[in-house]
């Protein structure tokens, strides 16, 4: 009971905080980590959805336009033959962001990488490529934090199947302006 006091006491602090410290900076560099869920498109793949975490790292090149590079972690299970299984996600996505000067930020992002799903036996490793786009929202805590919740769908294009990623982080934004 003390700790939700607690929770509930920081949110309502750092809401009436942001609006005076909120803002997208054009020219700063942006790392997330995130922590989620990715789904398979069960048809072909066979793969489980597990949690998934992993490293955004951008630039803004305006308030409104910026660029990411993705690199995610998702260890898994392969069914139904019980094997075990490591995917990696990699990529490129370009930004845009809406409203950028208030706290609350939506955005929505397009990109295009990689997933590579490394099987511990039995199954050769595969990479595909795939096309993906997404949205979310980044909330300004201070002038260089932001908690950042995404939804990515990608389409797997040798496969024709989809992934899909909901996850939540913490966006820091270093430099400029």
């Known amino acids: 009971m003390m700790k939700t006091h607690v929770l509930v006491s920081f949110l309502i602090l750092a809401a009436c905080a942001a609006p005076a410290m909120a803002e997208n900076r054009e020219g700063a560099v942006t790392l997330t980590p995130f922590y989620g869920m990715l789904a398979f498109s069960h048809q072909a793949r066979h793969l489980d959805t597990d949690f998934t975490a992993g490293l955004r790292g951008g630039y803004n090149f305006t308030r409104n336009i910026s660029t990411e590079l993705l690199f995610a972690y998702t260890e898994t299970v392969y069914d139904p033959a019980v094997i075990y299984a490591t995917v990696y996600r990699y990529g490129a996505d370009m930004v845009y962001n809406f409203r950028p000067e208030h706290p609350l930020v939506p955005f929505v992002a397009a990109g295009l990488g990689g997933i590579t799903e490394d099987y511990a036996k039995e199954r050769h490793d595969q990479t595909h490529l ?12 201070t002038d260089w934090l932001a908690l950042r919740s995404d939804f990515h769908h990608s389409f797997v294009l040798d496969g024709l199947t989809s992934n899909f990623e909901l996850s939540a982080g913490l966006h820091f934004q270093f430099g400029s302006n």
């Open 130 to 141: 795939y096309l993906g786009y997404g949205f979310g929202l980044k909330y300004s805590l």
